[in-house]
């Protein structure tokens, strides 16, 4: 049998207090006996290329930001990631609806999230997806002045690099 290594490493973007993004990560192994195992580094970051800013937007308004998703310094293999659905939190959270698009322009087909992108990434690759969040038109007149935290889950997950 083969040994086989996989880390995920799962990253949360949240817009508002900053383009932080906390990652964790994981292992496992299933080896023969005898077999050899290597150990590495490998992380996934997820940044606002263009910030998503949902300062004042009122009944209707459509703002969009761009999330750039890359393997962290020292990664040397290739990679895989997962984008799940956005979350709000926050004054105007039930007001608030998001789409994810493939690509840095918000146009064509959003995906249908959880996506995967299942083709390999190179260990210095970045993809850019555009998110774009409205505030509903019936959003209540209450809701003005209101703040909304928009989360974006990513999660990543090493591949072997033979």
Not at 98 to 112: D, H, R
Request: net charge positive.
């Amino acid at each position: 049998m083969r040994g086989r290594l996989i880390a995920a490493s799962a990253v949360v973007l949240t817009v508002l207090g900053g383009t932080a993004a906390y990652g964790a990560w994981s292992s496992s192994a299933a080896l023969a006996a005898g077999g050899n195992i290597a150990s590495g580094t490998f992380g996934v970051t997820a940044t606002w290329s263009t910030p998503l800013d949902t300062t004042g937007m009122y009944p209707g308004q459509t703002r969009t930001g761009v999330l750039a998703v890359a393997a962290s310094a020292g990664t040397t293999s290739r990679w895989v990631y997962t984008l799940g659905a956005p979350t709000f939190a926050g004054g105007l959270a039930a007001s608030m609806t998001a789409v994810v698009y493939p690509s840095a322009t918000c146009g064509g087909t959003a995906l249908t999230l959880p996506w995967t992108q299942a083709t390999l990434q190179a260990a210095s690759a970045t993809a850019q997806h555009c998110v774009a969040v409205t505030l509903g038109a019936s959003a209540p007149s209450t809701s003005q002045g209101k703040t909304v935290t928009v989360t974006v889950p990513v999660t990543g997950e090493n591949r072997s690099t033979t």
